[in-house]
């Protein structure tokens, strides 16, 4: 299983966790990945508010940059994957869009690369069984609310690979592997990300609603599947306990962080000191006392 890898901005900074994690899976799960070749921001979020066409441009640059590849276009980023998977449906749907893009990039992109979010890929590609067969330390029956937000699933015209109101991709995932999938109403509700620094008590209320409804099903955790949504859940914990009156304290994971520790990683492919909620309560979960060494800063 080949593929060309946009990490994204988030991936070699703010979401270290998730790139580490992400690269220790896919070794175990077989995937090869091929970073695309001096790849820049997809200009996500600013770019598209500020300049419609710039914020088409950079996303079809990185995946001209991505073509001689021959290969699909595996993201971790929700954000990344919505405007890379964007970039190809103007190519597709909109010639004078095409040709608009084609004058300022200097050479024509037809959408012929196809993009692809690491669940999709998790699920349809390598599939559960193998996600399955690969674990070497159960969940241990952790509870897990997996949360997608906003942009994993719409608008359901791009992001076409799950469920755009009840999707199932991590549930799968967190099967597979040992733990439970609750079921609960906010897997697809906005956490406000865009409005973390200037708005934090829009994020509080916001965080702190899906943070309740995690609490209320049981959740001992909750999984993520983007950068965005993982630091604002887990930076923003305060404001949304002030908002609820309520005492959280929940870890808030990346996936790929799950599967990592059910695959056997410990310290820096992990990545679990890296959240601001203390994790060992889940590591404790699947290992007992003895996991404590697996948590590194």
């Known amino acids: 299983m080949k593929y060309s890898y946009y990490p994204g901005c988030s991936m070699h900074s703010t979401a270290a966790e998730f790139e580490s994690s992400f690269r220790f899976v896919a070794g175990v799960l077989g995937m090869e990945l091929t970073e695309v070749e001096d790849w820049f921001c997809c200009g996500a979020t600013p770019a598209h508010i500020t300049d419609p066409l710039l914020g088409l ?11 001689p590849t021959g290969l699909d276009v595996a993201t971790t980023c929700a954000a990344c994957y919505n405007r890379l998977k964007t970039a190809n449906r103007v190519a597709l749907e909109k010639p004078k869009k095409r040709e608009a893009l084609a004058q300022i990039l200097g050479e024509e992109y037809k959408g012929e690369i196809p993009v692809r979010h690491i669940l999709d890929i998790f699920v349809n590609d390598v599939g559960v069984d193998n996600i399955q ?9 952790l509870r897990v609310a997996s949360y997608y937000g906003c942009l994993l699933t719409r608008p359901p015209e791009v992001a076409d690979f799950d469920d755009v109101e009840n999707p199932v991709t991590m549930d799968k995932i967190v099967e597979a592997l040992g733990g439970v999938a609750l079921e609960w109403p906010f897997k697809t509700e906005c956490c406000g990300a865009s409005f973390s620094l200037s708005r934090s008590d829009i994020v509080g209320r916001l965080a702190g609603e899906i943070m309740r409804y995690a609490k209320q099903a049981g959740a001992e ?17 305060k404001e949304a306990s002030e908002y609820e009156g309520v005492e959280f304290n929940m870890p808030i994971l990346y996936i790929t962080q799950l599967m990592a520790v059910a695959y056997g990683g410990g310290g820096k492919d992990v990545g679990l000191g890296k959240a601001i909620v203390n994790a060992e309560s889940v590591v404790h979960r699947v290992f007992g006392h003895r996991g404590s060494e697996r948590v590194e800063r």
């Open 221 to 237: 955790c909750i999984a993520v599947a983007c950068p965005l949504c993982q630091s604002n859940l887990d930076l923003r914990q």
């Open 57 to 67: 441009a950079l996303p079809t640059q990185n995946l001209l940059q991505a073509r």
């Open 133 to 141: 067969r690969n674990v070497l330390f159960p969940l241990n029956g």
